[in-house]
């Protein structure tokens, strides 16, 4: 059986690769991406089985990302965000 892909969304590489090494661990095909462009442009190509979606981002908010990603498909999107003190 083949692994289910992951997108996982986050400007930050090392909050990112610490995501995907857990899930590559778990069994998953992940890939990071660091900007709603590129991870739109992985999901429409890889058609993942999810995205973990940080909404803190500095082009286009997790908002603006998931907006643009409900035109085209129904993937289930988990929220990702960090607390800053």
Known sequence: ???QKI?????DANTCDLIRLQLESAGYD???TFSGKEA???IKERE????LLDL?????DGYEVL???RR?????VIMVTGAHR
């Open 1 to 3: 059986m083949p692994k």
């Open 7 to 11: 997108v996982i969304l986050d400007d």
């Open 30 to 32: 992940s890939v990071c």
């Open 40 to 42: 739109i442009s992985e």
């Open 48 to 51: 993942p089985a999810m995205l």
């Open 56 to 60: 803190t981002l500095p082009e286009m």
């Open 67 to 69: 907006r643009e990603v």
């Open 72 to 76: 085209f498909t129904t993937i289930p």
